[in-house]
């Protein structure tokens, strides 16, 4: 299974940017996702999480009403949509999966992207 991730980029301060995380491989289901972010010298930090039914979505306080996550199972990928950017939110931008391999067993597997830059100038 692979994550792979688009969107980052540079932008100015109160701009927008979409990231998207596509999964591909041995997929049966996928269960929660979400987005996390690190910045340099800090830890890796949740930033939305959604579960598989995208009946709830859940936000860090620090990107609330700025960001939006959303999914697409059909096409096993994940957005977010990130509004009123801050240079604050400049990181690097980790997917992340909980993977159900086969319709047998009920293992989950938990798989990562690769990362996408998002800089935000002041």
């Known amino acids: 299974v692979q994550l792979v991730e688009s969107g980052g980029g ?3 301060a109160g701009g927008s940017l979409r990231l998207s ?3 591909s491989g041995r997929i049966f289901s996928i269960n929660a996702m979400g987005w996390y972010r690190q910045a340099p010298g800090k830890q890796r930090e949740l930033v939305a999480a959604i ?3 995208a009946g709830s979505t859940n936000y860090a ?3 609330k009403g700025r960001f939006t996550m959303s999914r697409d199972n059909a096409k096993n990928t994940m957005y977010l949509q990130m509004n009123s950017l801050k240079p ?3 990181a690097v931008y980790y997917c992340k999966a909980d993977v159900r391999r086969d319709s047998i067993s009920r293992l989950q597997y938990q ?3 690769q990362g996408t830059q998002v800089t935000v100038s002041s």
Do not use: H, K, M, R
């Open 10 to 12: 540079l932008v100015q």
């Open 21 to 23: 995380c596509a999964a």
């Open 51 to 53: 579960n598989s039914g």
């Open 61 to 63: 306080d620090s990107v």
């Open 88 to 90: 604050e939110d400049t």
């Open 111 to 113: 798989y990562w992207g």
